[in-house]
């Protein structure tokens, strides 16, 4: 990571085992900074190229630091708080916030409004159907407002927007047109991650599916990928919209739940959590459902901790599944 303020070099920040990405501008700092968090190791340029160990400086473990790392850390140490990384920072919701909830008169979007609600999130519940949106007893709550946007037009999705800290979507196809599927699942997800980028928004939920990279871990022939893509290749075009939101340079992260049940979790199981690209649906695991509660409260929770970063996680539900603790769900 190469650091310079106002014309003067500073030393070069080199975190091991990391590439460094693209340079970020600040008013007084410019830096660029890897993308996995590592071992820090600071270096001032203008030092000698010499590395005389200091015999008496040691980090706690025992190990030395060299005379260049400890010049480097006393020059740094005052700016940290200055340092802008590229991308998105981590981005942790409060009770409070105001969230935009698109898709929200859905069965999983109604979910995710009414569980921010009650968690004391004041709810900006999109729809294009305000008469469904009362029908759910939108309008009773005084946490929820109800917005009209087109999903087909960035400009008025970012003004629905307005000044809300995030976006979750619950976006999905549920009609039989098979064009409906490309039209909401990629295009509408598209402007809709480039009206929240729009309107400054930063942290984006997203919600899609398990078996959305199928193709690409061996799972082609899959039983269950095949059926489910069969009604206008939902899960390539969720797969797409997954892409665009990855190199949104947003704070994300991506919901991939099983088969979407209305029953309630106590009756499907308990939430089972796993790394990206390892549910298949298949015998095997653990489940292959999960209620629409569950995946809510997972979309929710992903507002308020910082490891849910820009991570996909995929989620499915069994009687046999140990119950686990809120905070360990993105310890991935």
Known sequence: MQCSMQGVQLGRVQLHGAKASTVRKHPTLRCTRPFTRQRLTCT??????????????????????????????????????????????????????????????????????????????????????????????????????????????????????GDADAVVSALGYSGFNPGGYKDVDLTGTVNLIEGAKKAGVKKFVLLTSLLTNAKAVGQADNPNYKFLNLFGGV?????????????????????????????????????????????????????????????????????QQNKAQNKVVEIVAGKNAPQLPEDKWFDL
């Open 44 to 161: 001032t340029t203008a030092a000698a190229s010499r590395t005389d160990k200091l015999d008496s400086a040691q980090i706690p473990g025992g190990l030395p630091l060299d005379r260049r790392t400890v010049l480097g850390g006393l020059l740094l140490a005052p700016l940290m708080p200055l340092l802008k990384v590229d991308g998105a920072e981590a981005s942790t919701l409060s009770k409070g916030a105001k969230v935009f909830v698109a898709g929200a008169t859905g069965n999983t979007g109604r979910r995710v409004v009414q569980q921010l609600s009650q968690q004391g999130f004041q709810v900006l519940a999109g729809t294009r159907d305000e008469k469904k949106a009362k029908s759910l007893g939108f309008a009773a709550d005084s946490n929820i407002q109800t917005v009209n946007f087109n999903l087909f037009d960035p400009e008025s999705i970012a003004k629905a927007i």
């Open 235 to 303: 899960l390539d075009n969720k797969l797409e919209a997954e892409k665009v939101l990855r190199s949104s340079g947003l704070d994300w992260t991506i919901v991939r739940p099983g088969g979407l049940s209305n029953e309630s979790p106590e009756n499907i199981g308990n939430l089972y959590v796993s790394r990206e690209d390892t549910l298949f649906g298949t015998d095997g695991d653990v489940g292959r459902s999960i209620s629409r509660d569950t995946v809510a409260a997972v979309m929710v929770s992903a507002l």
